[in-house]
């Protein structure tokens, strides 16, 4: 679709989280489709968890977004998506891929939204192809229980905070959830949640900078429950680590099921987004130092400091492969 100015960030570009919401929609489709393919019950396909997503262009108001998705692997009880957007200047014809994004979903009874259907499986070109999904599949459900673990923490507000310590920046959204946010099966679309996440990060980065600043990267983000319609979600961020160019922030979204619900709030998603600051010609700007005062920020810093190093190290054997290539 045709991106137009309410998709806009101050920046004048399409919103990340406008991005998200769309690759979350292409991938719930399709393998609603593909779920749906054999006989047997009907069935909606929930997000799960997306891994890694670069945002390697921006996109411009007035441009087109193609958004394509296909399976690439399917176990018993879950999809793996593919998903890539690509921008087209319909002025020029000029055309680049701006993200590539892998997302994973279960289907789920329309009939009972707490049963988990069988995925029909599909036909691999190679025995390698479903060797290496297997590998991601297990990859990715260790990661999720990992995640799972260590979501205890909960954001307080700071009084009278210093300028670029985590108090300073720490943000949080309150939203309530409505019909128009909400799959056939009454939770919410994957996409939107996405979407309100990006905005959280995106107040966070812009309060530490105060410039423009931009979504770099989305680190795995895992969908731990489902949040059903008339709950009200709580969306808190915090910085955990900052480079020279980048800063990364965790962001995690509480439930609390207010409509016929007795049950207490509960982690629902939780995900790292990293971003740059730019300047008004688009250029990076240094990112300032972040200061941490207790131990547990402290602990935050390095771990965050440990993931910066090991997507550098990724990122630029990459490059050396590409080169050789």
């Keep these: 679709r045709i991106m137009r100015p309410d998709d806009a960030n101050v920046a004048g570009n399409v919103h990340g989280g406008t991005i998200l919401k769309m690759i979350e929609e292409a991938g719930a489709i399709i393998s609603t489709r593909h779920c749906n393919s054999q006989a047997g019950e009907p069935c909606v396909a929930a997000l799960a968890r997306v891994e890694r997503t670069d945002f390697l262009s921006p996109v411009c108001i007035g441009e087109v977004a193609n958004v394509s998705a296909e399976i690439t692997y399917t176990s018993r009880h879950s999809v793996e998506v593919q998903v890539n957007v690509m921008s087209e200047n319909i002025l020029t014809g ?53 995640t799972k673990q260590r979501n205890g923490d909960v954001i307080f507000p700071v009084i009278n905070p210093e300028l670029h310590t985590v108090g300073y920046s720490q943000s949080s959204l309150i939203h309530l959830v409505g019909p128009s946010d909400c799959t056939l099966l009454g939770f919410v679309h994957g996409g939107v949640t996405m979407k309100l996440m990006d905005e959280v990060a995106g107040i966070v980065a812009a309060r530490h900078c105060k410039t423009n600043i931009v979504t770099a990267s989305v680190d795995a983000i895992n969908f731990h429950e489902k949040i059903k319609k008339g709950s009200v979600i709580t969306i808190s961020g915090r910085m955990t680590f900052t480079s020279n160019k980048s800063m990364e922030i965790e962001v995690f979204v509480d439930a609390d099921p207010f409509v016929d619900e007795p049950r207490e709030r509960y982690r629902a998603v939780s995900a790292f987004f990293t971003y740059v600051s730019l300047s008004k010609e688009g250029k990076p700007l240094p990112v300032p130092q972040l200061l941490t005062e207790t131990e547990a920020e402290k602990r935050r810093f390095e771990e965050g400091k440990g993931r910066y190093l090991q997507t550098k190290a990724k990122r630029q054997a990459q490059m050396q492969q590409a080169v050789q290539q």
């Design 94 to 146: 000029a055309k680049k891929v701006t993200n590539k994004a892998t997302l994973w979903y279960v289907p789920l009874s329309l009939k009972n939204v707490n049963k988990v259907l069988e995925v029909p499986p599909i036909q691999y070109a190679r025995k390698e192809q479903e060797d290496e999904g297997k590998k991601r599949y297990e990859e990715q459900k260790l990661d999720r229980l990992e």
